[in-house]
């Protein structure tokens, strides 16, 4: 016989401001599912494969800046969901894991789909809650209800998973003329954000302290009051340098192509700041990170969720707030050396030029030059990791409205695939998704299911293998066949036929006149989704990337 609290549980869920939920099939998490199916103010979805269910699930959080719960049965099911928790962790996003599980005493016996499940996140969650394995006495009803709410409360404030273990005894299907209707007879607690007022005071004597102040961006979605900061600190003479998921796309005075010209070793002492003032999270660009390594700054971190993240080796300040009330304290001070600023800007600027006139013929990187100059606006972009995401870093992206999302929190490439779905499922706009041949493949259950993706787009870069690891250093001192073997992992996989088994158009593309061509008309609406597979090779593309670098390299900037 099902139990009332348990079909209550989609409601609590409710009150607490869950509006999605994403669940696998099975027995064991068949009391929620049931819960969950006759809710009509939840939007719940079924994804078969657990791993992609939890990266869905992490691209509608983004997408909706909610928590959303993640359900599935007891067993190594669980377990799926570990790479997605990862990345929900270190990119700070909401998710409330409901797992299944059989009754304590049969762990550890050989029972069917019985694991030991208890805090089996615990290094990437806010908090684990191990719920009553029996709702019959008041007070197991009161930790049941309670708990509820300290974990979605406690995902809501800390902005990362938690998970909650809900033991099942059998019978746990309604029976046969059970008729099962939500009741409001439970409790729960809200939580309410807390009051801060930045003191500037203090901040700003600081600040003054210093001449050669920059500001730096990691992987973030940016307010337009934080954009509108950001502007009045460019008339201050501060650089503001940004990759290209920090989605500050607009700012007039952006610096762009610090991944490239960072590695101009003559040119990186006119750039030494003695200030670093940093928000966001992630940092694509490694030559930014190596460079601010070796400088002598001072290092500021603005973060409403302080945890003294260090990663430029320099951290002397913590600031415990969001980077709005920090900006508008220093957004009317005095500004500082010209000559410093001027260094950054002409950088910058000089380096676009390069990459205007720079052309070594077809491959990944014009591909993407192309694709960017296309892209419309209000499109969301996400970006796989591997070569997608720094080729797009090394360009940038300068339309206003196009809205950048990449798993950067592990920077795998297990789940581009489904995060980008997620978000189409949770979004009225267009996504892009960009990624390379294995990044999609390896995540093709993703696309394991039935709901709409017709305004999903993606571009596959093919080059028949991990072609990252013939433009990095390293490995190509390797022996060849061993770095083939485990690095590269050539394959010979038909992107035409895996495109028809999920129900997307499809075109191959191998000249960039071909490119252009169906740049036209691949943004158009359609009934179902469209995908695009650029063909190329490791050594055409590696041979690109290394004239590219020496150009820049060999530029002299001043």
Known sequence: MMNQLIFDTSQICYALGIRD??????????????SFSKNSKINTRVIVDERSAGFIALGIAQQTQRPVVLCCTSGSALLNYAPA???????????????????????DHWDGQTIRQQNVFQPFIKDFFQLPESLEHPDARWSYEIKFSQAINK???????VHLNIPFREPYYPEKDQIMTYSDAFKIIRQYPSIK?????????????????IIVIGQSQLSSEAKDLLNQLTEQKIPIVADVIS???QLPSLIRHHDLFLSNESLQKYLAPDLIVSFGMSL????LKLFLRKNNAKHWQIDAFPESQDPFQKLTGIIESEPEPVLRCISHMNAQTETFYQAWLEADKQTSQLLTT???????????????????????????????VRYVNFLGIKKDAVRIYANRGTSGIDGSNGTAVGHTMASNSLSLLLTGDLSFLYDRNSFFHSYDLSKLRIIVFNNFGGGIFDLISGPEWMDPDVKSKYLTTPHERDLKLITQEIGFYY????????????????????NKGRLLEIQSTCSQNNQIFKALKNKINEHKYF
């Open 21 to 34: 939920a994403v669940f696998s099939p099975g027995s064991r998490n068949a009391p929620l599912s049931i």
């Open 85 to 107: 928790v990862a990345e929900a962790f270190y990119s700070r996003t909401p998710l409330i894991i409901l797992s299944t599980d059989r009754p304590s005493e049969w762990i």
């Open 155 to 161: 995902a809501n404030s800390a902005q990362i998973p």
């Open 197 to 213: 007022k930045a003191n500037c005071d203090d901040l700003v004597l600081d600040w003054n302290k210093y001449n050669k102040k």
């Open 247 to 249: 989605n500050a796309n």
């Open 284 to 287: 694509i660009s490694k030559n």
């Open 358 to 388: 720079f052309d070594m013929g077809f491959g990944e990187f014009k591909a993407v030059t192309r694709i960017i100059e296309c892209l419309p606006e209000e499109i969301q972009v996400h970006l796989s990791n591997s070569m997608p």
């Open 507 to 526: 075109t191959k593309i191998t000249l960039f006149e071909e490119l252009d061509t169906a740049l036209r008309t691949f943004f158009d609406p359609s």
